[in-house]
């Protein structure tokens, strides 16, 4: 049977990645739509489905439901799954799933550890959105972060590049506490984690379809934990880890 606990990290990492890009690819199969559309001499493009040809009409139903009729004389060609972008969202709440690694130095203890997070937001004007962000951030022990987001893309295009920044903090919800080894004095090493502030500022590149934003992210991320250690002598000495890193992230915006 398959032990978990006796995994190594890469091994993990590894599959941890690949399940994160199956989850892309099917998401992003599911995602695509076609398109129908009918193409009128005076230049003018209708899109949706042509429901009848007759009496040298075209009628044509709209994506909202609404039927179009245009005579044969006006009307160039008709032609089937057609790409089409109808633009952003202009308002309203969304939501995120993003994954990726905190990369920093190959001599520290943690090289690159993994990232979750599942933002709650709301765009407001096309380009503006904010949001409230929490997930799971796996730094040796597993921390959940809690921020603020704010992001605004440079443009309203298909493809957009965008600027973040998030605010706020790590906490540790892995029970408090890790027991030493046992030893001659059994409290030796016993360890009470803790959290910290954390800041993140970055940029990245949007792709939008009909009702799912994919998107890359690189950003700073600057955090901190720390942890309280009962010392043989029954002396408690708290310690304090400073994380600056390169976060890169891919994400889902529904």
Known sequence: MLNLQNLKPPFMKKIT????????????????????AIYLKNGSIIYGTLTEISDNQYKVT????????????????YQKDIPMFE???E???SFSLEGGLLIGSQNTEYSAPFSFNAVFGYTFDKKNSVGLGTGAEFIGETYTPFFLEFRRLINDNRVAPFLFLR???????GGGDSEGDGGYYPYYNR??????PS????????WSNDDLETYLSFAYRYTT????????????????????????????RF
């Open 199 to 206: 800041i993140t500022a970055g940029t990245g590149i949007s």
């Open 87 to 89: 633009g952003r969202k």
């Open 225 to 252: 934990t720390s942890y309280d250690q009962l010392q043989y002598n029954n002396q408690e000495v708290s310690y304090t880890n400073y994380y600056n890193r390169l976060e890169v992230k891919f994400g889902f």
């Open 191 to 196: 360890k009470d984690f803790s959290g910290g």
């Open 17 to 36: 990645i690949i399940s994160i890009a199956l989850i892309i690819i099917t998401l992003q199969l599911y995602s695509q739509k076609s398109k129908n």
């Open 91 to 93: 308002q309203g709440f």
């Open 167 to 173: 605010t706020g903090l790590i906490v540790y919800l």
């Open 62 to 77: 709209g994506k909202d439901g609404s039927l179009y009729i245009f005579p044969s004389e006006e009307v160039e060609k």
